[in-house]
T-cell receptor, first 113, second 112 residues
Framework: AQSVSQHNHHVILSEAASLELGCNYS??????LFWYVQYPGQHLQLLLKYFSGDPLVKGIKGFEAEFIKSKFSFNLRKPSVQWSDTAEYFC???????????FGTGTRLQVFP | NAGVTQTPKFRVLKTGQSMTLLCAQD?????MYWYRQDPGMGLRLIHYSVGEGTTAKGEVPDGYNVSRLKKQNFLLGLESAAPSQTSVYFC???????????FGQGTRLTVV
């Protein structure tokens, strides 16, 4: 069965700290990978995506993610977080083999000034 | 270009009442999804549709029904609301299986 694991449920950081959020999936076949962000009281928005090519992809607001095929992982990183990064982050692999769109349980990030 | 629009944005129901949530998209997307979001549970897929006239069950379909009579609209119905259905409901759409999804603003439903 397809599954998505986000290991960090709640992360608390001070501004300027580095961030890494883990995402592992178990999908067969070709997989496209997405990270979404949900700011407090808002809907989900796309943060970045990976389809093919360079496994290190850059998204909006200084976020990047690295795809490691052998580990079925797509970890999200940011070198220096800001208070405005406080949000919930969701990993979502997508496969052309399934019609469903399943999300990880999300990671709540709190950044303090 | 409105994207994905959900109505209503807020609703309070009494136990046993029924209601329909409407999701409308103007991007000509084939795929549409309904999720519920609860604290600590992430987004759970209720039902989805891969095209006009089709529907399928997701992870937590019990107590909900859906219809996709028109390509642009995906309706989520609660026939007899229960307090356990208190949640924030999100609709999403995408062009195909492998592509990104676009989300509506959400509907906050409280069942008392």
């Amino acid at each position: 069965a397809q599954s998505v694991s986000q290991h960090n449920h709640h992360v608390i950081l001070s501004e300027a700290a580095s961030l890494e959020l883990g995402c592992n999936y178990s999908y067969g076949g070709t997989v496209n990978l997405f990270w979404y962000v949900q700011y407090p009281g808002q809907h989900l928005q796309l943060l970045l995506k990976y389809f093919s090519g360079d496994p290190l992809v850059k998204g909006i607001k200084g976020f990047e993610a690295e795809f490691i095929k052998s580990k079925f992982s797509f970890n999200l990183r940011k070198p220096s977080v800001q208070w405005s990064d406080t949000a919930e982050y969701f990993c979502a692999p997508r496969s052309y083999n399934t019609d469903k769109l399943i999300f990880g349980t999300g990671t709540r990030l709190q950044v303090f000034p | 270009n409105a994207g994905v629009t959900q109505t209503p944005k807020f609703r309070v129901l009494k136990t046993g009442q029924s209601m329909t949530l409407l999701c409308a998209q103007d991007m000509n997307h084939e795929y549409m999804y309904w999720y519920r979001q609860d604290p600590g549970m992430g987004l759970r897929l209720i039902h989805y549709s891969v095209g006009e006239g089709t529907t399928a069950k997701g992870e937590v379909p019990d107590g909900y029904n859906v219809s996709r009579l028109k390509k642009q609209n995906f309706l989520l119905g609660l026939e007899s609301a229960a307090p356990s259905q208190t949640s924030v409901y999100f609709c999403a759409s995408s062009y195909s299986q492998g592509l990104e999804a676009f989300f509506g603003q959400g509907t906050r439903l409280t069942v008392v």
